[in-house]
């Protein structure tokens, strides 16, 4: 299942039931939503609560909080929406956004994705840890692999294992947590190919 975080178009597409309690606010303004009385949009977004659209139909389940997110699984993909993307609904929370508009969003989120990620694993590009140190650079591809090259050691990395960064593709590894990785593993591949 994908999980991706989706925060655009949500406003602007309040329409029926929702226009009654929230409304979109116009640029550089904000606005103040008002549920029902005796009842919040925060109250009724927890873990288990089914998802309707503003016409009733079913959109999915709100699988946990984090934080200031929902996660809302479809049964085909996750996403984290703002709790702010819902609204107080007689049968529980309401967003804007019908199940296929939402499993297509996340599609398109999950395609912008990747195009950028594969723009960036090729050969000579750097890679970078979270923080944005550098880890080291690829030196190959090879179909689902890229080999990064560390000051210490080569090591080959799934490509899924990437994520696409603002100044190039991103790994949850520094360089020295690859390279011990790449150490603990090299005994292993030893014995491996030696039988023992």
Do not use: C, H, W, Y
Not at 108 to 123: D, M, V
Not at 144 to 151: L, N, Y
């Amino acid at each position: 299942m994908k999980s991706i975080l989706i925060f655009a178009g949500l406003a602007t597409l309040a329409t029926g039931a929702q226009a009654q309690t929230t409304a979109a606010p116009a640029a550089g303004s904000t606005t103040t939503a008002t549920a029902p009385a005796g009842t919040s949009a925060a109250t009724s977004v927890k873990a288990g609560a089914t998802v309707t659209d503003t016409t009733g139909g079913t959109v999915g389940t709100i699988k946990s909080i984090e934080g200031d997110l929902a996660v809302l699984s479809t049964g085909t993909v996750e996403v984290r929406l703002p709790l702010t993307s819902f609204a107080a609904g007689a049968n529980g929370p309401v967003i804007a956004l019908t199940k296929s508009q939402v499993e297509s969003a996340a599609s398109s989120a999950t395609a912008e994705r990747q195009g950028k990620l594969s723009a960036q694993i090729k050969a000579g590009t750097t890679v970078l840890d979270a923080s944005g140190g550098t880890v080291g650079k690829i030196e190959s591809v090879d179909g689902e692999f890229a080999t990064v090259a560390t000051t210490k050691n080569k090591v080959k990395l799934p490509v899924s294992s990437f994520a696409a960064g603002a100044n190039g593709p991103v790994i949850g590894m520094t360089a020295a947590e690859l390279d011990a990785a790449a150490a603990k593993a090299a005994p292993a591949a030893a014995a491996a190919t030696t039988g023992n």
